[in-house]
Structures are given as structure tokens and as C-alpha cells.
């Protein structure tokens, strides 16, 4: 039941959410200035602004006798305040709080603020104020650090029922924003609100769901002012499936519409995949088998394929793309492979040139720097007039007609690193060409539902056999003598190994974070006569491939170089990687620079530098001493920065989530899925009335991909 104390009847009601807040004639000058400069200025902006927590004002907690493992909540009154000094430089402000009716057991508790004096024009005494924050001992006294608080005024009941009596919502701050304004705001706003003005999103649910008579009005009112604990979850529920359900929406929409293209077969009896397997010095994993099947399905059907390949590093995902380009080829059609950047796409050159070369077919590679032109030592000039079957490139690619009349494969590696618009322009140069996209980002479930959901999906879950194994291990400053030592030990045995740093050059903003171009001179010193190598995103094409052949070739033992190997380079002779200032890399990240070594037959190692200060930076790291599964590291990096994070700026739409959690919400992912597919049966265009309105919201959220 709602509350009656919240009925105000305000009139007109608020019928449109871009409405203007100094329009609604409900909140005062002051305090519109105050959301104004907080970047609130209309009622969807406020109404989306979420409560962090709540606190429950209902029945406060008792004053505490000791320290507490859980946060507080109090009503105390101000008994004195007073800066203190701690040494002659550090002061601090103390306001010491009491109970209103103290018992004979109460004891007083000091709450501390450090580093800010002006609080001391805050706090006076008598003063009545709501405490939030974790007692702890301080000597023989119990004190609150920094706790949360509010002035509990003299005011109308109005305001004393928003802001006292009542599960109290409370909200990040920006700006200098009172914590009182912004709820209070809200509170007239939804008070105004007319229901029609949000409308339903999610279809009636079935008896014996949880959310039978929710609405997202009543959803949105419980989630800023809620009665009772559970019906605050049950409302962030709601409204987080509502979020994933308006996501698989648009997906599917878009997996539809390019399903109900006309597409063509382009897959080849099978002859030249045949004897590319026979030629091939190793068997292929039954994962890799698995996955040619399935691509090899969506090449022979007339549906056009729309495929994501995802497998951990080194699993094989190149060798799958061969098989599939192959196929196309016999087909008689042309292969496009786009990749993010010039070392990746040119290291792709080398292995497919390496595999399919003897079985005649025609290939090129095309950068932003150059064509391929018989100039380079990777290249002997070659086929140059003759049109290419296989053409392997960077994002330039996207902006070259010339060499791609009769692409029928679209495959598109690390598509994480490119957003939409540019893989639609590469698939736009064919006649609805079959589509491949690869990543070696593993991917927990739910975030593959919800990001590529218009994609089918084949996972390599195995590594090829013959691997060594690789050790990691994190280690706090190591002595560079010790590391010298160790370098020299398995360089000498004939081996290779990375030195990985975060910068390229020395920075003021970072004084203590060691860059690429200091470091290289200071190894190429310690580890004489054995040569190191220098690798960085502002050398040139020329000064990047000149480096590589000659670590390849092992006239280079040590690579110093920043993140641009983190996809593409692989040298099974290197087996050593160390890594400085881990802890400045998501996990996610520091997974794909291992997966450079323990690619050949050798026993691998793998260290994690870091400065120690941070305990729950060596706990992350700890995540990959223990293990080298890709999907479980995703998790955690995903639990710890989010998807945004994980995936990639490129990636639209899932960062803007407000409630929705891709861990912890699974269950509501897969439901969201399910309700789309459901509408979208009945409405594939959603232009019935009973689903037009929802036409009208996801087109207003779409990430500009044209959806028919």
C-alpha cells in the first residue's frame, strides 16, 4: 500500500519528462539553482538519478556501546564542537553527539572530520542531525570518520515526512548538492507526476510472477521513496529488467532485419579446406572443429550468417577464420579480414601466408601507412595485378572500393575495438556478404546476451595441445639486479622475453609510473650484450615492422615495449613477460598480454610488478595467479570496472546502464530475452497499438543503427 503522507495533489500533473524544473512551480529559486548547476534541469534527469542506498528513519538504531562491522544509523543532538590538532600540521574537526534522551549507559561518540575546518560552520550545538557511518575505537573512545549526516530542521509535516519517518533514500552528490534539495525535489516531482507519462515498457506479467501490478510509475515512485526494504528490491528489478528488455528490443530488431535480407550461398564444396587440413603440421581441437561446422552451416545457407567466434587466447580462432575464408573462396568469392591494428593485421598476413600460399591462394594486406607493393622484406611483389581472394587490412579497409568487388566474407577480429557504424561500412561493400567477428575477450553469458545478441555465437573452450604451461606470480618491486639475472638465465637458453610499462614517456601528471623509452635505455644497459628492442604506438609502420622481424628472427631477445602487443604478436619462442605497474591494468587487459607467451612448447613465466600499496590491487592480481581461465578473470574484470571497461568504449549502450548488474542479473538478462522475443512475434515491426509507444522510446535510445 502507498503511503498516504506522500499525496500531495499538486495540479496540473507533470505530463512530458523533459518538462523544465523551473517550470513546475514546485521548487524553490535556491534550490533550483542548485540542481541547475548539478546538471539536473529537467524531470527525466531527476527521476533517473537513482538512490545509492537508503537509510531506514522508521525507528533509529540505538546508541552503540562498542564498534560495529555494519554501518548506523542515528538520531543524536550536537553537544559540543571543536578543532583539534594532531602534530603541529594536521588539525581536524570534532563534533561531539549524544542521544536526545540520553540513558545512564549512553556514552557520547565523536564524529571527525579531517582536513575540513569550514565544518565547524556546519555543526552548533543543540543542533538535531541523522548520522550514518561504522563506530569504531579510538583510544578509549568510540568515533565516526567522515560519517554521512543531515541537520534535521524545524520545518512543515511535508518535510519532515520526506526526510524523517520513512525509509529515506540517499543519493551520490555532485556539485555541492545538498543531499536535502535533491530528495526533496524528487519527492514534489513524482508527487506531480502523471502516470500516463510513463508508460509501460514490459507487457502485463503472467500470474505468479514477482512483479504482477507493478507499473514503471508505481516502479519508479518505490525505487525514490519505498515503504518497506522489499518493495524497493522489487522495483529495482523491475526497472533494471525493463533496461535489459528495451536492450534485447533493439538487438533483436536488428538481428531480424539483417536475417531478412536476401542473402546467397557462399561456401565451396569443401575440397581446398581438405587439403588445408592435411597440410596443416598439427590436428585441429575439437572445439575448432566444432566451430568450422557451425560457420560453415551459416556459409551454405541463404540466410546471411551473422556470427560471433569468441575463444580464449590462444585457443585458434585465426585457424577457424582460414577454414571459413577458404570455403568463400572456393565459392569463388573475395574475403575481407579487418583488424585493429597494423601489428595484428600484419602478423594475420604472415600466417595466413604461411598456410594457404601453397594451395595458390591469392593474398594482400592493406594499412593506413601503405598498400602492399613489393617495397617491405615481408612481401616479394607477387600476384600484385592479379585481384586478391584474401585481402587482410586496418580500418583503412573501410575506405578503399577498389580491391573488394565481390566480398562475400566479412571477417572482423578484436570487434570490440570497433563500434557499429564501422563494421556496418565494411558488411556495406558486399552484397550482403556472410559475417564472422572474433574476439579474444572471453565473455561471460550474460554480457554476450545482452551485447551481442544479434549474433550467433561458436566458443573455442580448448587449447590446442603441446603448450607449456605458464606461472604466474605477482611480485611487489623486485630488485632489477634479481630480474637482470633471471632475464639473462632464460635468455640464454635460447629464449625471449617482454618488458611491458603502462607509458611511453616520462610524465609529470605520473612521476612515479616508469615509461617504455627510460626503461628500454636502463635494460638495454643491464642485460649487454644481449639486445633489446623498443615497441610503442607512436613509432611508424616502418619502425614497428623493422622491430618485430628482428625479434622474430631472434636478433632482438627483449621487447620493452607498452600494450601494443596485447593482440596479435606471437613469437612461441618467447616464454618471459613482466609486467610493471600491473595494477594500473584491468584484468581483462593483463589476460591478453600473457596470452603472448606460453605459445610454444617451452615453460612460460609471467610476473606482475606492482608497488604493494594497495591491498585490493594485489587481491585483483591474485585473480591471475590463480587461474587462466578467460571467462572466469572476465567476470571478476567485470565485476570490477564494469563492461564499459571490458569492452571497449565501442561498445553502445550496455555502460548506460543505471540499475542493471550483467553478474548478478542473469536470471533477469535470459527473461528480458525471452519478453522480446515474445513481443517481437506477435509485433516484429512494433507498429500495432498495443507496441508502438515502444517503437517511439527505443528508437529515442537506439545507437543509430538503422533498424526497419
Not at 87 to 112: H, K, N, S, V
Not at 403 to 411: E, F, I, R
Not at 592 to 597: A, M, T
Amino acid at each position: 500500500m502507498r503511503n498516504p503522507q506522500l499525496t500531495v495533489s499538486l495540479t496540473p500533473l507533470i505530463a512530458d519528462l523533459h518538462t523544465r524544473l523551473s517550470a513546475l512551480g514546485i521548487i524553490d529559486n535556491r534550490a533550483l539553482g542548485a540542481l541547475d548547476a548539478a546538471g539536473f534541469t529537467d524531470v527525466e534527469s531527476l527521476l533517473l538519478w537513482y538512490p545509492r542506498r537508503y537509510e531506514d528513519r522508521r525507528q533509529f538504531s540505538g546508541f552503540p556501546t562498542g564498534p560495529c562491522d555494519e554501518a548506523v544509523c542515528l538520531l543524536a543532538r550536537v553537544e559540543d564542537c571543536e578543532i583539534k590538532h594532531v602534530g603541529p600540521q594536521r588539525r581536524y574537526f570534532e563534533a561531539t553527539m549524544m542521544p536526545l534522551d540520553p540513558g545512564p549507559l549512553d556514552q557520547p561518540i565523536g564524529c571527525r572530520w579531517f582536513n575540513m575546518p569550514y565544518m565547524s560552520k556546519v555543526f552548533a550545538a543543540d543542533q538535531e542531525v541523522v548520522l550514518y557511518g561504522k563506530p569504531k575505537w579510538s583510544g578509549h573512545r568510540l568515533v565516526i570518520d567522515h560519517p554521512d549526516y543531515e541537520i534535521v530542521e524545524d520545518g512543515d509535516s511535508m518535510e519532515a515526512d520526506i526526510h524523517l519517518r520513512r525509509i529515506v533514500p540517499v543519493y551520490r552528490l555532485k556539485e555541492g548538492l545538498p543531499q536535502k534539495v535533491i530528495r526533496s525535489a524528487t519527492f514534489r516531482v513524482l508527487d506531480q507526476l502523471d502516470p500516463k507519462t510513463l508508460p509501460d515498457l514490459l507487457r502485463k506479467p503472467a500470474e505468479g510472477s514477482p512483479f504482477v501490478g507493478m507499473s514503471r510509475y508505481g516502479a519508479m515512485r518505490a525505487i525514490h521513496f519505498p515503504d518497506s526494504i522489499e518493495e524497493r528490491k522489487l522495483a529495482r528489478d523491475y526497472l533494471a529488467l525493463e533496461e535489459f528488455f528495451g536492450l534485447q528490443l533493439n538487438l533483436l530488431r536488428r538481428k531480424n532485419a539483417y536475417a531478412a535480407q536476401s542473402g546467397m550461398r557462399h561456401c565451396g564444396e569443401g575440397k581446398l579446406l581438405a587439403k588445408f587440413q592435411e597440410l596443416l603440421p598439427f590436428a585441429l581441437t575439437k572445439a575448432q572443429l566444432r566451430a568450422i561446422g557451425e560457420v560453415r552451416a551459416g556459409l551454405e545457407s541463404d540466410t546471411p550468417m551473422n556470427r560471433l567466434l569468441q575463444g580464449d587466447v590462444g585457443s585458434g580462432k585465426t585457424f577457424v577464420a582460414m577454414a571459413a575464408a577458404l570455403l568463400v573462396v572456393e565459392a569463388g568469392f573475395q574475403v575481407a579480414i579487418m583488424a585493429p591494428t597494423q601489428i595484428l593485421a600484419e602478423q594475420h598476413y604472415l600466417v595466413f601466408q604461411k598456410h594457404l600460399e601453397p594451395l595458390g591462394i591469392r593474398l594482400r594486406l592493406h594499412t593506413g601507412s601503405r598498400k602492399e607493393d613489393g617495397n617491405m622484406p615481408l612481401f616479394d611483389g607477387s600476384n600484385i595485378g592479379a585481384e586478391p581472394q584474401i585481402i587482410i587490412g586496418t580500418h583503412a579497409l573501410l575506405y578503399d572500393d577498389s580491391q573488394l568487388s565481390n566480398l562475400g566474407l566479412a571477417v572482423i577480429d578484436e570487434q570490440h575495438k570497433f563500434g557499429v557504424s564501422q563494421r556496418s561500412r565494411l558488411i556495406n561493400k558486399g552484397v550482403t556478404p556472410d559475417v564472422l567477428v572474433m574476439t579474444a575477450t572471453p565473455i561471460p553469458r550474460t554480457l554476450t546476451m545482452t551485447v551481442y545478441g544479434d549474433l550467433e555465437v561458436s566458443v573455442l573452450d580448448e587449447l590446442p595441445a603441446g603448450r607449456g604451461k605458464i606461472v604466474t606470480a605477482v611480485r611487489q618491486e623486485p630488485d632489477p639486479k634479481k630480474v637482470a639475472a633471471f632475464l639473462k638465465q632464460h635468455l640464454g637458453e635460447g629464449r625471449q622475453a617482454y618488458m611491458v610499462y603502462p607509458l611511453v614517456e616520462e610524465s609529470e601528471k605520473l612521476a612515479d609510473v616508469r615509461a617504455v623509452t627510460r626503461e628500454f635505455e636502463e635494460w638495454s644497459e643491464r642485460l649487454a650484450p644481449l639486445k633489446c628492442g623498443i615497441l610503442h604506438g607512436r613509432m611508424s609502420g616502418d619502425e614497428k615492422d623493422a622491430v618485430m622481424a628482428r625479434f622474430r628472427s631472434q636478433e632482438v631477445k627483449v621487447l620493452v615495449s607498452t600494450t601494443v602487443i596485447e593482440v596479435g604478436v606471437d613469437v612461441p619462442n618467447a616464454n618471459i613477460m613482466i609486467i610493471y605497474h600491473a595494477d594500473r591494468f584491468g584484468l581483462a587487459q593483463l589476460h591478453q598480454l600473457r596470452g603472448r607467451i606460453g605459445r610454444g612448447e617451452h615453460d612460460s613465466y609471467c610476473v606482475l610488478v606492482c608497488d604493494g600499496k594497495n591491498p585490493e590491487a594485489i587481491e585483483k592480481l591474485k585473480v591471475l595467479e590463480a587461474t587462466r581461465d578467460g571467462f572466469r578473470i572476465a567476470e571478476a574484470d567485470l565485476r570490477l570496472r564494469g563492461p564499459g571497461e571490458l569492452l571497449g568504449t565501442a561498445q553502445s549502450g550496455v555502460a548506460g546502464l543505471r540499475l542493471g548488474d550483467l553478474v548478478a542479473d542473469a536470471r533477469l538478462v535470459k527473461l528480458s530475452r525471452d519478453l522480446a522475443s515474445e513481443v517481437l512475434e506477435m509485433d516484429p515491426t512494433l507498429d500495432s497499438p498495443e507496441y508502438r509507444h515502444l517503437r517511439v522510446l527505443l528508437d529515442a535510445r537506439s545507437d543509430g543503427v538503422e533498424l526497419s
